[in-house]
T-cell receptor, first 118, second 113 residues
Framework: AQKVTQAQTEISVVEKEDVTLDCVYETRDTTYYLFWYKQPPSGELVFLIRRNSFDEQNEISGRYSWNFQKSTSSFNFTITASQVVDSAVYFCALSEEGRGGSQGNLIFGKGTKLSVKP | DVKVTQSSRYLVKRTGEKVFLECVQDMDHENMFWYRQDPGLGLRLIYFSYDVKMKEKGDIPEGYSVSREKKERFSLILESASTNQTSMYLC????????????FGQGTRLTVV
């Protein structure tokens, strides 16, 4: 069965600190996709990144970076030099290749609430 | 710009009322979804649709139904609202199921009193 675990419920940091949000997933499929979404206080989930199971290259986008490790079934997200605007709830999600029915739908973790204080 | 629009940001309804939550997407996406978000529980899938007039139950369909008469519109219906349906409701759409990202609306916070 698919499962996504975000063990950190809430994290609080001071501006300019680096912070890593953990995500551990479970799946029996060899083809799957991992996602991160940001939900600011306004409520709308904003897509950040998608990774497929065959691409273990780490990705960097500005202050954001993602570390995908199949050996530990983890897809962690690091924010470097955090800013107040990074305060949000962050969700990790997993999906398998769509084959009809409920397969292929996004399975979300419970989210990590990040508070960045000035 | 990709857009998923939910008809209301906030709704207050009475127990027993029939409630309609509307969602429209302008991206010609095949797939549309309704999620419910509750503190400590994350996002849970209520229903999804992969084509017009097609629907499938998600993880928590009880007490809900859906309608998709046109490709761009996906409605969530609470046949008889109850207080335990007080929640944030999120609509999403995606081009394919599984390997593409979903785009979300701004959410509807429903309170049933």
């Amino acid at each position: 069965a698919q499962k996504v675990t975000q063990a950190q419920t809430e994290i609080s940091v001071v501006e300019k600190e680096d912070v890593t949000l953990d995500c551990v997933y479970e799946t029996r499929d060899t083809t799957y996709y991992l996602f991160w979404y940001k939900q600011p206080p306004s409520g709308e989930l904003v897509f950040l990144i998608r990774r497929n199971s065959f691409d273990e290259q780490n990705e960097i986008s500005g202050r954001y970076s993602w570390n995908f490790q199949k050996s530990t079934s983890s897809f962690n997200f690091t924010i470097t030099a955090s800013q107040v605007v990074d305060s949000a709830v962050y969700f990790c999600a997993l999906s398998e290749e769509g084959r009809g029915g409920s397969q292929g739908n996004l399975i979300f973790g419970k989210g990590t609430k990040l508070s960045v204080k000035p | 710009d990709v857009k998923v629009t939910q008809s209301s940001r906030y709704l207050v309804k009475r127990t027993g009322e029939k409630v309609f939550l509307e969602c429209v997407q302008d991206m010609d996406h095949e797939n549309m979804f309704w999620y419910r978000q509750d503190p400590g529980l994350g996002l849970r899938l209520i229903y999804f649709s992969y084509d017009v007039k097609m629907k499938e139950k998600g993880d928590i369909p009880e007490g809900y139904s859906v309608s998709r008469e046109k490709k761009e519109r996906f409605s969530l219906i609470l046949e008889s609202a109850s207080t335990n349906q007080t929640s944030m409701y999120l609509c999403a759409s995606s081009l394919w199921v599984g390997n593409t990202e979903a785009f979300f609306g701004q959410g509807t916070r429903l309170t049933v009193v």
